[in-house]
């Protein structure tokens, strides 16, 4: 071969390998790639459901489908008190047809819209229950010591106990009308203002007051909206529904079980049955309650 032959020949060597070198190359280098998008834009949270009001919603939804009167069980224990009033028992064996509830002996319509207030026979503020105890040991001649140790029925579907019945009974016969216990005698104005201060104080480990569940708007324990005693729709709403069949007690429950179970919560020593203090604490809120509607026995949850 010439010399101007093997030129040629390595030239075209050369240029065969290159176009082979490149063409690998080609193959092994990927092809070029769009840019990434960028990512979506983070959104801002969907706004919070108004969750007090929800619960609310739903909370009145409960309540009106427990609220038929016809399937209210609290009715049970209004037909029970009706037929202890009325039958003779005790060592007197007599009926309480004659107990004086404020209006005249024997007069139950409208006598607890007219309560706490001062009885004269008995020198001292009474409430409901108290006065039924005390026509209970001078009408029939019954030691109440027994009821007053075990005044509230236990939980779980037991029928209420006899002063519940007899207090469901008598609350009952001012169903419709107004709260209008009048707190002129100087002992009811006594008890009002003992009610009030006890309202406010503070003790117990917790530090706690009635006021520190009920001296503000809004407030709720789990399911349980709180009412605001400073408001007097709250409180007439309140003192108008008790007694009431507490659902989840599977019980009717009157003021006085409402107030020894909130003396509990607060982990306060035991407060003695239809004493003093729940006496004018109840004397308290009903004033604060005056031209509330009664209607009782209510549903609660």
């Known amino acids: 071969m ?10 075209v060597v050369t240029a065969a390998s290159v176009a082979v070198t490149l063409s690998i190359a080609t193959a092994q280098t990927p092809a070029p790639q769009p840019p990434a998008a960028a990512p979506p ?11 007090e009001e929800d619960a609310d919603k739903l909370l009145e939804k409960y309540r009106a489908m427990i609220s038929d009167p016809m399937s209210n069980p609290g009715y049970l224990a209004v037909d029970s008190g009706e037929t202890l009033w009325s039958t003779a028992r005790g060592p007197k064996n007599v009926t309480l047809e004659t107990c004086d509830l404020g209006k005249g002996p ?23 229950e108290s006065r039924i105890l005390w026509c209970m040991e001078t009408i029939q001649g019954i030691d109440t010591g027994p009821i007053r140790k075990k005044p509230f029925a236990s939980s779980g579907g037991n029928p ?12 009952n016969k001012s169903n419709g009308m107004k709260y209008a216990a009048k707190m002129e005698h100087p002992k009811e104005r006594e008890a009002v203002a003992l009610g009030e201060a006890l309202f406010y104080r503070r003790s117990s480990i917790n530090d706690f007051s009635c006021q520190t569940c009920h001296g503000q708007e809004g407030q709720r324990i789990r399911l ?11 409180a007439q709403a309140t003192m108008g529904s008790w007694p009431t069949y ?18 509990w919560q607060m982990r306060m020593p035991d407060v003695g049955y239809a004493s003093e203090v729940t006496i ?14 009664i209607e009782v026995p ?3 949850r």
């Open 2 to 11: 010439s010399p101007g032959s093997f030129a040629l020949a390595r030239a």
């Open 41 to 51: 834009a983070a959104q801002p949270p969907a706004p919070a459901p108004a969750a």
């Open 106 to 128: 024997g007069k139950v319509d409208g006598a607890y819209a007219e309560m706490p207030r001062f009885f004269a026979d008995a020198g001292r503020v009474m409430d409901a």
């Open 160 to 171: 209420a106990t006899e002063i519940e019945a007899l207090v469901a009974f008598v609350a």
């Open 224 to 234: 349980q909206t709180l009412p605001y005693f400073d408001t007097p729709k709250a």
């Open 246 to 263: 507490r659902v989840s007690q599977a019980s009717l429950r009157t003021m006085q079980h409402r107030i020894w179970d909130c003396y």
């Open 280 to 293: 004018a604490l109840a004397a308290y809120l009903t004033k604060r309650a005056e031209g509330g509607a």
């Open 298 to 300: 209510s549903i609660k």
